[in-house]
T-cell receptor, first 111, second 112 residues
Framework: DSGVTQTPKHLITATGQRVTLRCSPR?????VYWYQQSLDQGLQFLIQ???????AKGNILERFSAQQFPDLHSELNLSSLELGDSALYFC??????????FGSGTRLTVV | EDQVTQSPEALRLQEGESSSLNCSYT??????LFWYRQDPGKGPEFLFT???AGEEKEKERLKATLTKKESFLHITAPKPEDSATYLC?????????????FGKGTRLSVIA
């Protein structure tokens, strides 16, 4: 157990739907990062939050959004889903000591 | 734009056959270079961080080295349990929370 918890582990949904992925960071970590991993693209950075505020944005689609709550857990919202959104979504957290710890991911399948 | 290129894409080794994985990077300054191991369907697991050219770090059968343009992950006498995808990532020197930029990884298969 890495200390970073992601739910659900698997999600199957239809095109056009909306889903929410949840991440609880390692205790004491203020930064949360979301990454998407598909077979041909590798790990792509989506968005970062630090202590509740958006800190950096990567290749995140406008259909996707995220937030970090006062208890530091984060949610990634994916809407108007397309077949191409099928991927593994990872959350990672980091502390002032540096270094990333990843969760075990959510496998999203859009049918 | 920061870029990371890993080679080869896939590598098949016999048990005990040593080899090296390559990670070439282009970054506007380097705060750190990271190696991760990823098993199928699981999250990346941290292996090493290297900060400056000439630095080396070791863990069991793995040794990571860093130059100004690339890093190598040397695997000595690998075992089947070393089979995994090895990911390289770089971090620009803004601060320790700057997002990592990953390469696509090298899929290593070690055959008994």
């Amino acid at each position: 157990d890495s200390g970073v918890t992601q739910t659900p582990k698997h999600l199957i949904t239809a095109t056009g739907q909306r889903v929410t992925l949840r991440c609880s960071p390692r205790s004491g970590d203020l930064s949360v990062y979301w990454y998407q991993q598909s077979l041909d693209q590798g790990l792509q950075f989506l968005i970062q939050y630090y202590n509740g505020e958006e800190r950096a944005k990567g290749n995140i689609l406008e259909r996707f959004s995220a937030q970090q709550f006062p208890d530091l857990h984060s949610e990634l919202n994916l809407s108007s889903l397309e077949l191409g959104d099928s991927a593994l979504y990872f959350c990672a957290s980091s502390s002032y000591r540096g270094g990333y710890t990843f969760g075990s991911g959510t496998r999203l399948t859009v049918v | 734009e920061d870029q990371v290129t890993q080679s080869p894409e896939a590598l098949r080794l016999q048990e005990g056959e040593s080899s090296s994985l390559n990670c070439s990077y282009t970054v506007s300054g380097l705060r750190g270079l990271f190696w991760y191991r990823q098993d199928p369907g699981k999250g990346p697991e941290f292996l090493f961080t290297l900060y400056s050219a000439g630095e080396e770090k070791e863990k069991e059968r793995l040794k990571a080295t860093l130059t100004k343009k690339e890093s190598f992950l040397h695997i000595t006498a690998p075992k089947p349990e070393d089979s995994a995808t090895y990911l390289c990532a770089v971090q620009a020197p803004i601060n320790r929370n700057t997002p990592l930029v990953f390469g696509k990884g090298t899929r290593l298969s070690v055959i008994a």
